[in-house]
């Protein structure tokens, strides 16, 4: 019985091949073609238009990546000499702020001062070399004529000038 059980749990006919119960007849689907239509249909096809627009289309996009990475090394370019110019404005900045104050150290009035009273042997302002001078008159300004010896061109303009006014 233990035999029997085993043997049962497995269906041995899926594994085995189906009968076909009516022989059926096979239909021939196959188109037979020319000879000279399949040596055309086994030609490569030259599709120009496609050829040429695909020529277009990658001559277009080497010229627009050709102009994006030569926009981008003159960008580079442009930066670098702005940096380097930005670099030397500040040296020349710094310098040149040395170089005021080392001039506003030799003029200052302190140093004015010694050197006049040093080397030119002057000295400050006293009261005793103060003089006042008063004018009694207000200032006038007198016009002076000049040379008579006009020549006769001068002469007629002044007339007509002295006509119309």
Do not use: C
Not at 40 to 50: D, G, V
Not at 81 to 90: Q, W
Not at 93 to 121: D, H, I, R
């Amino acid at each position: 019985m233990a035999t029997r059980t085993r043997g049962e749990a497995y269906d041995f006919e899926l594994f085995e091949p189906k009968r076909k119960s009516e022989p059926q007849q096979q239909t021939n689907n196959i188109i037979r073609l020319p000879q000279e239509e399949l040596e055309r249909n086994r030609r490569p096809k030259h599709r120009s238009l496609k050829v040429l627009s695909m020529s277009v289309f990658l001559t277009v996009m080497l010229g627009i990546v050709g102009t994006f990475v030569y926009g981008q090394v003159r960008l580079s370019e442009l930066t670098n000499e702005i940096n380097l110019s930005t670099t030397e404005l500040a040296e020349q900045e710094s310098l040149y702020t040395q170089l005021k104050m080392k001039s506003q150290s030799k003029l200052s009035l302190e140093t004015v001062e010694e050197y006049a009273e040093t080397q030119l042997g002057m000295r400050k302002l006293e009261q005793s070399q103060v003089e006042y001078i008063s004018l009694s008159q207000g200032d006038k300004g007198q016009v002076l004529e000049g040379d008579s010896s006009e020549n006769w061109l001068t002469s007629i303009w002044n007339f007509i000038e002295q006509l119309l006014s």
